[in-house]
């Protein structure tokens, strides 16, 4: 039904900087909460980044004043621009969106994930 494509995933320096984009296509009526996970090896999953419909937003204390997520409504994209990386920012990277179908309710989709690696 819904489906989310990630790309813009890959290898940096320390200090680099990458945008990530995730875009959803399918049955969608509006979208309420875009966001971005990160999960490294051996660790849980956890919460980056989310951006709500009315354009507010909210950060890991990690990525603080580094990171910066934004949308294209017109799109049904998220981007989350990654600024003055660093070695800890190495993991796997989901996006996720709670969207409002046809049908009156809001369901969870996630994107299949993206490789960043921050790596002299």
């Known amino acids: 039904q819904v489906q989310l494509v990630e790309s813009g995933g890959g290898l940096v320096q320390p200090g680099g900087s990458l945008r990530l984009s995730c875009a959803a296509s399918g049955s969608i009526f509006s979208i309420n909460v875009m966001g971005w996970y990160r999960q490294a090896p051996g660790k849980q999953r956890e919460l980056v980044a989310t951006?709500?419909?009315?354009?507010?937003?909210n950060y890991a204390d990690s990525v603080k004043g580094r990171f910066t997520i934004s949308r294209d409504n017109a799109k049904n994209t998220v981007y989350l621009q990654m600024n003055s990386l660093k070695p800890e920012d190495t993991a796997v990277y989901y996006c996720k969106m709670a969207l409002r179908g046809y049908d009156g309710y809001v369901h969870d989709y996630w994107g299949q994930g993206t490789q960043v690696t921050v790596s002299s």
């Open positions: 951006i709500r419909s009315g354009g507010s937003t």
